[in-house]
């Protein structure tokens, strides 16, 4: 064997070793890295995945929760702020001095809202009169003179909310906005597994009482119930089934059960009868006591 040969032997392996953690390296510091993962681009201005985790982390519990689930839904909302201040900043709008970080993006985002729609809303004479005589008897009967500033700013609120939702949908549209969808699926939360109507049919012939929240894995309230039932569940193992049906994937069972506002809370004896429901939310020992006088021992 010649010396090139010998030493090839021992450099390759060195070598690959090398390029391996060459290429580790870049895709750890590029292509894996959050805060250079491009989740959506908007006028040639960059969202990160580590911006959009920092805008979410902001947001209490259970909301939070609730968006990672969905959270193409705040990107748009981080997207339109962004399409507002890059036309804030084209008009050469400015910041109040005092403000800083966050506030100072906001104050930017109201004084181009009030410059380009606000200040150009119109009330007439005959928009102030039309809604006095509708609502007089409201007002106290009082004279138009007295009533007109209030219904004036009221108008003027109602139409500029209006013309503020359409300004921004235009600015949405005409802005270039590409949305990285594979980045998006990354960050997407699995939302929380609920219960089928079969499951909620067994267990009303199970013999042992059964508590069923119906409700939605969108719904706030719904989601604020969720750590107690889970409580519930965990302490009344065996004696007792606690349940819950997502409405949307059971339209029909929600409609036998006449569920109108969720969350709706329904016990069964363990003759699965229903004893009582209770709809919003509840605290623990309430709904603890229920489930007791339902049977569970």
């Known amino acids: 064997m010649s010396k090139a040969s010998k030493h090839l032997k021992w450099i390759l392996p ?8 060459g290429v580790f390296g870049y895709l750890k510091l590029f292509t894996w890295n959050p805060e250079r993962q491009k989740i959506a681009v908007i006028n040639h201005r960059s969202i990160t995945v580590a911006q959009l985790n920092r805008e979410l982390e902001k947001i209490p519990a259970p909301y939070q929760e609730v968006l990672r689930e969905e959270p193409k839904q705040f990107l748009e909302q981080i997207i339109i702020k962004e399409v507002l201040i890059q036309e804030a900043e084209r008009q050469g709008i400015k910041s109040d001095p005092a403000a800083k970080g966050e506030e100072a993006e906001m104050s930017m985002i109201q004084s181009l809202l009030r410059k380009e ?8 004479q005959e928009e102030v009169e039309e809604l006095y005589r509708q609502h007089r008897d409201q007002l106290g009967k009082k004279p138009l003179n007295e009533v007109a500033p209030l219904i004036e700013n009221a108008v003027r609120e109602a139409k500029g909310k209006a013309q503020v939702e359409e300004y921004v949908v235009s ?3 005409q802005a270039k906005v590409e949305i990285n969808e594979k980045h998006v699926q990354t960050v997407t939360a699995p939302s929380p597994q609920t219960d089928t109507a ?16 119906f409700g939605a894995n969108s719904c706030m309230p719904c989601r604020q119930i969720r750590p107690i039932l889970k409580e519930i569940k965990q302490e009344y193992t065996g004696r007792a089934h606690v349940l819950i049906i997502d409405v ?8 036998e059960y006449r569920v109108q506002l969720i969350p709706t809370l329904i016990f069964f004896d363990k003759t699965g009868k229903e004893v009582f429901r209770h709809m919003g939310a509840w605290d623990k020992a309430s709904i603890v006591n229920k489930l007791k006088e339902a049977g569970a021992v």
């Open 14 to 21: 060195i070598l690959a070793v090398v390029i391996g953690a």
């Open 117 to 124: 729609v606000m200040d150009k809303v119109k009330v007439s």
């Open 171 to 173: 600015l949405r549209t």
């Open 198 to 213: 079969e499951e909620f049919k067994k267990a009303l012939q199970s013999g042992k009482p059964v508590l069923v929240d």
């Open 248 to 255: 949307y994937k059971f339209k029909e069972l929600a409609g």
